[in-house]
Every structure is written in C-alpha cells, then in structure tokens.
C-alpha cells in the first residue's frame, strides 16, 4: 500500500493522519480539508475562541506535519469518488489516486427549518470563521437569542454572558438537554443559567424566524415576538453522508459502517461524526457520535484497521460540557437503565450511576465545579467497559473508592 | 544546586494515587506508585493547563481530568494525543517518613 487519502481534516482525520505514522506507515498520505486552517479542535469555538483565543486552537503546528510527511491539502473540497477507480476528484480539478481511504467528513449544523441562503444576524456555530462572526456580534448590551438548548447553545450561552450580552434561549421540549442528560444533571445546569441571568423558555415552539437590517426576530406558535440583535441557532447537527452516497456506500444515519470502521467498500473507512456504526457493550446497536474524544479514538482506530489491524471498536462513549465553572461529563448511554444511583461528591457536585435490570452499570452522569466529578466518572467508564455489576450501596458511598469497584 | 522541599508525610498519598502541591507560585503533581515509589512532576497538563492531581493514575501512568492526556509521571513522557509535550519531572526523597521534593 503506497498511499492513503483522508478526506476532512478536523480532529479525526488528523488524529488518523499521525497514527498512521505511529503505526509506521511507510507511505504517502494526503490530508484533504475544506476549510482555510490545519486541522483545530473545535470545543473551544463555543468557549475561549469567544473570549479571548483569537486564534484556532491547532491539532499540531505545520512543523509537525511536516516532519511526519503529511500532506495537508487545506481549502479544497472533495467533489466525488470514483470506487471502482479508486480516485478522489478534488474542488481544484486534480485527481488523487488511492490504494485506501478514509472519509471524516464530519457533520454540519442542522440548518432551522425553511430558513434560506446567507443570513448575517441568524448563524451557527460549527467552525473556526462561525466563532468569528459570533463574536462580533457578542458586544455588552447586545442581545443574544439561542434557539436550541443542547451542549452549543448553553455553552454559548454562559460565554455570552461572561462577554455582558443578554441572552434568551429557546427551547422547544419540555426541559434542556433532554437528549442524553438525565433530568437532575439538566435541572443543575438550568438553576445555574437563570442564576446568570440567562432566560430559558422551554417548550416554546418557534413558528417562522425573520431578519432584518438592525435585528432578527423569532416568531413562536404562542404568539411571542422575541427581538435580538444576533440569534444562534444550536439545534444539532447532520453527518456530510453526500460524497459517500453519491459512491454508492451504504448510508444508514452517517456513513455505515461495521466494527472495524469499514464502510460497505473494503478500502473505504469512516470515522468520527460521519459515521454510525455498531456500539459494543450495548448490543452492538448503530449509533452516531458527535464528539470529541470519538473523534479522537476512531481516528486512532481507523488508522490501525487502514494498514490490516481487524480492531474493533471499544471505547465506551463519553462526553463532556463545560458552563461557568460547571463541568458535565457522561460515560456510557443511560437508555435502557432500570435504576439510578446517586452519589454525593461534594455540596455541589454529584454522580448519578446508572444500572440496567442485570445491576450492570451502563453510565454515568456527573456534575460539579471544576473536574471535581472526572475521575469517578473515568473510573466508571473503565468499568462500564469491564461489564461490571457493582454493589449499589457501595456505589453510593461517598467513602468507596471506586477503584475497588473496578473488578466486582 | 537542589532546594528540596517538604511536601508532605509519606501515607497522606495513598498508592497508586497522586496529590496536588503548591509552592513558591508554582504547582506540583506528586504520585505514589503502586509498588511504593514517590515521583513528582510538573501540576498542570501540557495540553490545557489542567491540574493533574485531579486525574487518575493507573499503574505508570497519570490520566488528565479533562481531555484524558496521558503521560508517564515517572519520565514525564507524554503518551499521545492530545498531549504531545512532555511532564517536567522532579527528584522526590524520603526521610523519616516524610516526602521531599527538589524544585530547583
């Protein structure tokens, strides 16, 4: 095998790009990204890079690509694969050969229903130049509308309120962060938000959303106008499936692929946020992953399974958000736990354990300032990966190190 | 010239475990191994600044609370992404049950 071809350099592909040479890969390999900059983490886009880093947080400097032989072909975009030819057409013309590729493509905000072409004071917030134009518009006194209450828009939220802007955030279920967070954890970090001063309207269906020369206005089904001078919409995201589809690779929520990160071509992989593929420890179901440590892990893996390795995936999920002083963070999924075990790390810091009807734990959810709730929520990681069923009433200790539990 | 200083008595870190020490301005992560040996490096992780006395050490190997960067707290080696600066280490000695490190 002589080169390999990634295409989307966010986190992933880069991750992938250098554990191909930690791997030895001898060969040639082309890192292909349509945005201006190398490979950046994205986290900070919705935090410091508002605040006060002005600059893209990179992966690695050009050194270290340079010294790996990676090329990094930045501002172009992949217009098609051709399979059979094992070609990729690139926005510019040229024509890569591949003997295997690697799609992290990643994903892009899903757009607000029926809301067209370039707005200037309705956004979203994904890249390096979205932060920039956000930023512009966050001076003190201005007014911030969120539509969406997930990890962006609450994350904005508090940075928008760190830089004196005033905030509403529109919620349309009945509490934040009802997709993956359980009810306690959202609870917190709604208290901690209106404390802030931040308006949170949940349950509020958004009817139409308008811009005009000085402000840009939601309309909801309830009859409210809501007047702001820049609004952001934060209602998740969609994988870019489109190259893959149009090369004839099976979609199925993202680009479709098996446990070794193989998408229906045998020289074509997928990682990251493009992909949905089969989650171990929870029955194998296919699921998609927006996150970073993901992107992190598959792009390791990927780059294993590029040069013949047959690994296949492990990592238990996990993610985290930060807000104010407040860090979340959750291993595992918690759908299809039967109990909740709470245990109380400090006055404002606690983890919620989640068991299935086995006593199997199957996640972990914590809270609190700081990274006062991380290691327990490691450790619980490491033994929702060892498929351990804890004791209960030990979980709830305080006095337990859970450690000791790792092997129950 | 080393300037050792006190840090604390011997069983306030238990094995396998690590404790955060300021001194001077400066912060300190000081580990007990699981075979009982004392090491001491740099507080913060080279990736975001966090403080590491908060992370998880498993055998060699101290884990970053916020992003999960590994490093060897005997070397200092960082382990891969997303750290890819290595730890400052610093020589620990114990005497009369207490531990010292050399901040110099």
């Known amino acids: 095998m002589s080169h390999i071809v990634i295409i989307g350099a966010g986190e992933c592909g880069a991750r992938a790009a250098f554990a191909l040479r930690e791997r030895n890969f001898e060969g040639q390999i082309t890192l292909v990204g349509a945005e201006e900059h190398l490979p950046y983490e994205r986290p900070p886009l919705s935090k410091d890079a508002l605040l006060n880093r002005l600059e893209p947080k990179l992966v690695s400097d050009a050194a270290r690509y340079a010294d790996a032989g990676i090329e990094v072909l930045t501002g172009l975009s992949v217009e098609s694969i051709d399979p059979a030819g094992k070609t990729a057409r690139l926005s510019d013309g040229e024509i890569l050969a591949y003997d295997r590729l690697l799609l992290t493509t990643g994903a892009r905000p899903r757009p607000f229903p029926g809301l067209s072409g370039a707005n200037h004071r309705i956004r979203t917030l994904r890249t390096h130049s979205d932060a920039v134009a956000i930023r512009a518009g966050l001076q003190p006194g201005a007014h911030l509308a969120i539509i969406g209450g997930g990890f962006i828009g609450l994350e904005l939220a508090a940075t928008a309120r760190k830089l004196g802007a005033r905030v509403t955030l529109v919620e349309g279920l009945p509490r934040i962060l009802s997709r993956g967070v359980p009810a306690e954890l959202s609870a917190v970090v709604a208290a901690r938000h209106k404390a802030e001063g931040v308006e949170i309207l949940c349950g509020v269906t958004i009817q139409e959303l308008s811009e005009g020369p000085d402000d840009a206005r939601i309309f909801t089904e309830d009859g409210r106008t809501i007047v702001a001078d820049l609004i952001v919409v934060g209602i998740g995201a969609v994988p870019n499936v489109e190259l893959a589809r149009d090369a004839g690779l099976v979609i199925d929520n993202g680009i479709a692929v098996d446990a070794h990160l193989r998408t229906s071509d045998p020289d074509i992989f997928a990682a990251g946020d493009c992909c949905s593929f089969p989650l171990p420890h929870y029955g194998g179901r296919r699921v998609r992953l927006e996150a970073w440590r993901n992107a992190q892990d598959q792009g390791t893996l990927a780059a294993a399974n590029l040069l013949g390795t047959e690994e296949a995936v492990s990592a238990v999920p996990w993610f985290w958000s930060d807000q104010y002083d407040l860090t979340l963070q959750i291993a595992g999924i918690a759908d299809g736990a039967t109990q909740a075990v709470w245990r109380h790390v400090a006055e404002d810091a606690f983890i919620l354990f989640h068991l299935d009807a086995d006593g199997r734990l199957i996640a972990a959810s914590g809270i609190g300032p700081g990274n006062s709730v991380a290691r327990d929520i490691r450790l619980a990681e490491m033994m929702i990966a060892a498929r351990v069923r804890p004791d209960p009433v030990a979980l709830a200790a305080p006095g337990t190190k859970l450690k000791t539990l790792l092997a129950a | 010239m080393s300037n050792w200083v006190e840090v604390c008595a011997t069983d306030e870190i238990d094995e396998e475990d690590v404790i ?70 610093y020589p620990v000695k114990i005497e009369g049950g207490t531990v010292f490190i050399s901040v110099a």
Not at chain 2, 48 to 54: D, R, Y
């Open chain 2, 20 to 89: 955060r020490f300021d001194h001077a301005g400066r912060t300190f992560a000081v580990y007990r191994s699981p075979d009982d040996e004392f090491f001491a490096t740099d507080g913060l992780c080279t990736h975001e600044k966090i403080h590491l006395a908060e992370g998880l050490v498993m055998d060699d190997i101290i884990e970053c609370p916020k992003h999960n960067g590994r490093f060897s707290y005997k070397t200092g080696e960082a382990k891969g992404a997303p750290v890819c600066v290595n730890l400052k280490t």
